[in-house]
């Protein structure tokens, strides 16, 4: 009885949410100091022509904990945009990318690697993103095309004119675009092709079951058409089998990322996994 009042009298004080709450509270102050305690690395994840080719990689970050571990971007990369500390933390890891591009440009075997660093909306709709990108890329003194900015179709729905106009601005420093997770937002065609875009990157909804659901197959054919037809580059995500990688090439995609070719990977194991005796081994790493 006192049990079932009590659950309703403290309905507000739910002990679960007032941990919930009390947790996140904790990871804010913890993640507020992560930079100046180093805590965040860069892990890279190769991606492949369907020549084999190792042509660039992608970079996501990774926070190394001291107590709690290694903690996926998808458990603090919300919270650190709600909370405006992915403005510091989007800065340290366009830092981190452009000095390790700069390091593979004075390596005949990594010069032309190209690495895609993704951006947040709230980074990328600061008013001075331009000059950031600017400022980093004299920094490292880097050639701007080594350097591609991943953005989403979710970024669009701010606004679409000032997002053209940014990238715009962007391009005549020279960086290329990607457009991440396509096919999950609300692209329309009709601005599609008025931004200045790279490359399309399938979202790996549609490449994980590729082999079994012929929607999806038709799905991919037709963003992989549409794309060449706009002169874009497309690469299929989240690509895990030797299956799916042959359906993605009757599919007349060419360019692939995912734990088939390498899962992201600190930088010394993925240096290691470019040379091409062991490009196919498939070392595995903790993600
Ligand atoms: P994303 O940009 O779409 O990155 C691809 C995600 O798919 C990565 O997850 C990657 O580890 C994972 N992945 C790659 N290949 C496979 C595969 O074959 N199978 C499966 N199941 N997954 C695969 P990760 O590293 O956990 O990153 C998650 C998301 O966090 C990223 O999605 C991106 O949106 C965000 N993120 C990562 N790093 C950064 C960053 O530096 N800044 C910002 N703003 N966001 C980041
Ligand atoms: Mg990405
Ligand atoms: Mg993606
Ligand atoms: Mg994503």
Redesign the pocket.
Same mark, same amino acid.
């Given at each position: 009885q006192a049990k079932k009042a009590g659950r309703n009298t403290l309905r507000f004080f739910d002990p679960q949410m007032q941990e919930t709450v009390i947790a996140r509270a904790l990871l804010e102050r913890e993640l507020s100091k992560a930079l100046e305690n180093d805590q965040f690395q860069?892990?890279y994840?190769i991606q492949m022509t369907d020549l084999n080719e190792p042509f660039g990689a992608?970079?996501?970050?990774r926070w190394i904990h001291p107590e709690r571990g290694l903690i @996926? @971007?998808?458990h603090f990369?919300p919270l650190a !945009?709600e909370v405006g500390l992915?403005l510091p933390? /989007?800065l340290w890891?366009l830092d981190t990318a452009c000095n390790q591009i700069k390091i593979w440009e004075k390596n005949a075997s990594t010069r032309e690697l190209v690495l895609a660093?993704?951006?947040?909306a709230r980074?990328f709709f600061q008013d001075d993103f331009v000059t950031q990108i600017q400022t980093v890329l004299q920094r490292h003194a880097i050639n701007p095309k080594r350097l591609k900015l991943?953005i989403?179709e979710s970024m669009m729905l701010n606004s679409i004119e000032q997002t053209i106009e940014k990238m715009n601005a962007l391009k005549k420093l020279g960086v290329q675009f990607a457009m +991440? +997770?396509f096919g999950t937002g609300y692209s329309s065609l009709q601005y599609l092709k008025r931004l200045p875009l790279d490359q399309l990157?399938i979202d790996?909804s549609f490449v994980r079951d590729i082999a079994t659901d012929s929607s999806d197959k038709a799905i991919v054919t037709t963003i992989v058409a549409m794309a060449h037809s706009l002169n874009l580059d497309v690469i299929a !995500?989240?690509? !895990?089998t030797e299956q799916q990688r042959q359906l993605l090439i009757e599919s007349g995609c060419s360019q692939y990322? /995912?734990?088939?070719f390498g899962? @992201?990977a600190p930088i010394r194991q993925f240096e290691e996994s470019l040379k091409p005796g062991l490009r196919q081994a498939n070392v595995t790493y903790d993600?």
């Amino acid at each position: 009885q006192a049990k079932k009042a009590g659950r309703n009298t403290l309905r507000f004080f739910d002990p679960q949410m007032q941990e919930t709450v009390i947790a996140r509270a904790l990871l804010e102050r913890e993640l507020s100091k992560a930079l100046e305690n180093d805590q965040f690395q860069l892990y890279y994840q190769i991606q492949m022509t369907d020549l084999n080719e190792p042509f660039g990689a992608e970079a996501l970050i990774r926070w190394i904990h001291p107590e709690r571990g290694l903690i @996926p @971007p998808n458990h603090f990369i919300p919270l650190a !945009e709600e909370v405006g500390l992915i403005l510091p933390i /989007g800065l340290w890891v366009l830092d981190t990318a452009c000095n390790q591009i700069k390091i593979w440009e004075k390596n005949a075997s990594t010069r032309e690697l190209v690495l895609a660093v993704n951006v947040s909306a709230r980074s990328f709709f600061q008013d001075d993103f331009v000059t950031q990108i600017q400022t980093v890329l004299q920094r490292h003194a880097i050639n701007p095309k080594r350097l591609k900015l991943e953005i989403t179709e979710s970024m669009m729905l701010n606004s679409i004119e000032q997002t053209i106009e940014k990238m715009n601005a962007l391009k005549k420093l020279g960086v290329q675009f990607a457009m +991440d +997770d396509f096919g999950t937002g609300y692209s329309s065609l009709q601005y599609l092709k008025r931004l200045p875009l790279d490359q399309l990157k399938i979202d790996q909804s549609f490449v994980r079951d590729i082999a079994t659901d012929s929607s999806d197959k038709a799905i991919v054919t037709t963003i992989v058409a549409m794309a060449h037809s706009l002169n874009l580059d497309v690469i299929a !995500e989240g690509v !895990e089998t030797e299956q799916q990688r042959q359906l993605l090439i009757e599919s007349g995609c060419s360019q692939y990322q /995912g734990y088939l070719f390498g899962k @992201p990977a600190p930088i010394r194991q993925f240096e290691e996994s470019l040379k091409p005796g062991l490009r196919q081994a498939n070392v595995t790493y903790d993600i």
